[in-house]
């Protein structure tokens, strides 16, 4: 049902969709201003978390808002990171490396300076706790996202880039008409696996100690936290409740209208066989209230005019310049070195054999953990992501699986197999697996329909298909997939090999049960030196074995 009313002469019409529109609008102002209220209270250290099953309303509001706040923040750094480490070659040797690093430090590793800086900051209020909370978070959302919109761009075919020169685009447009519409698909189901790696480790974001003083803040993580504390098995069947509820809410009303509106960025030479749908994204298109804005604020026609390409040819590195890189790098390492050496003199050889030792047991699971995701990920995924009917009907529960923030049922888990030496394997595998499976999916959308249909046409069988199209042109993403899985299995550690339960203490022999001892002691030399082995062994393994197949799958498979 329409209406119509006059304004300056002009016609605007209302219907059921600008209802709908308005009402979320002001749904989503009164959730802001409750938000504005809960930080600006008193600073509270460890907050009273009622275990009331309608207090979970609040609570899954709360740990939704810390999810979708961090989202922004990671998407900020994604664009920003990505685009710099994939257009400057002196970056990207900077970059990279430290994407390797920041992706595999545990949340618990960035936990004692975001603590004690936003008390620092704000040393009378809430703010500081949910600013620490929000980007513990967001450390278990950005890496995954950053890594996969670096990966698109350096994928990019060269007729496009050779294409928006021609028609004389500058950097900024060339960035959102032709980089960031490539990318989208990629991301965007990366996007749904790094939200889900920021459920992961709720429990730890909402809820943790750090020498000897607990913290807690509401919502459905510190609401687990406490029914398990409490041994309250009702408690944490209702926080599992919300949590499926909120995740399929956030799936319907904000990832499936995004990858139905994503699809229209695949690089695509004929009409796609089926089209992504969401009603959320019908209301949203035929709402006249957001049709007015998009008027008001869209930005003027490109001219099309025609610029003689440059011919860029590719730039000889010069020796001053990589004098110059180079001592500027050793420098800083060098500072970085002495300043940390001094900082951990206080470890004695025993602490350091532990360390060493238990760094050779996590990294023998992580890399079992990601091998095993693989061998059902890579066949499901391109099932899923080429057949756009079966990604719709499978979406909703890969979302609810791959956002489920396992930790919730280790518990569980751990009274069936107590020993975490060898169950630690299978509880990395919770987690580790998502990243390859949405990475693989993305890739097998990613593949335009004139391909297959060329494989018809050629009357290859279904195996050489498989062999010959769909897994060369997935491979880039399962890499990059491999790669972040397993950052997040070294980054899962931490709960994979410690925990309580029954109020006991069950660990493994590895680097993520001491880093979990170093936080709790307090013991911030240990806790530097096991978080700074962990780091090397990624880096050390990403730069020696990961890159380099990286590059040559990009290389030989990418879509140029």
Known sequence: MNRTVEMKGKPISFSIYDLAVLSFLILLAYGVSLLAKNWTGPLVYKANISLAPTALIGYTFLSMSRGFIAYGLSLLFTFAYGYVAAHNRYAERVLIPLLDVFQSIPVLGFLPGLIIGMIVIFPHSVMGLELASILMIFTG??????????????????????????????????FWNVEVPFAMPGLVWNSMMSMAGGWFFLSVCE??????????????????????????VAGELYAILAMILMILAIDVFFWRPIVAWADKFKLEETNPENEQTSFVLDVLRNSHVLKFFRTLFSSKRISKRYVRPKSFKNEQQSTAENVLFYSLIGTISAIILWKFFSFIGDVNSGELKTILFGDVFTALRVYASVVLSVVWTL??????????????????????????????????????????????????????????LFN?????????????????????????????LYIPIVLPYLITGMITAAGGAWNASIVTEYMNFNHRTIEATGIGALINEGTISGNMSFLALSIVTMLLTVVVINRLVWRPIQRRVMEKFSLN
């Open 207 to 232: 809820a943790f100690t750090l020498g000897g003083q607990d913290y807690r803040i509401a919502g459905i993580g510190s609401y687990m936290a406490t029914a398990v504390e409490n041994g309250y």
């Open 141 to 174: 959302q950005v890496w995954n996202m950053t890594f996969s919109f670096y990966q698109s761009l350096k994928s990019i075919p060269q007729e496009l880039m050779e294409a928006s020169k021609i028609y004389g685009l500058s950097k900024w447009k060339i």
């Open 440 to 468: 693989v999916i993305a890739g097998a959308a990613s593949i335009p329909n004139h391909l297959k249909e060329a494989a018809l046409i050629l009357k290859l069988g279904r195996l050489k298909t498989w062999k010959t």
């Open 379 to 436: 066949p499901v995924g391109i099932l899923i992501g080429k057949n756009i009917s079966l990604s719709k009907k499978v979406q909703p529960v890969v979302q609810v699986l791959a956002s489920f923030p396992a930790p919730m049922i280790y518990p569980w888990f751990v009274a069936i197999f107590p020993n975490l030496n060898y169950s630690s394997v299978l509880l990395m595998l919770l987690g580790t697996q998502w990243y390859i």
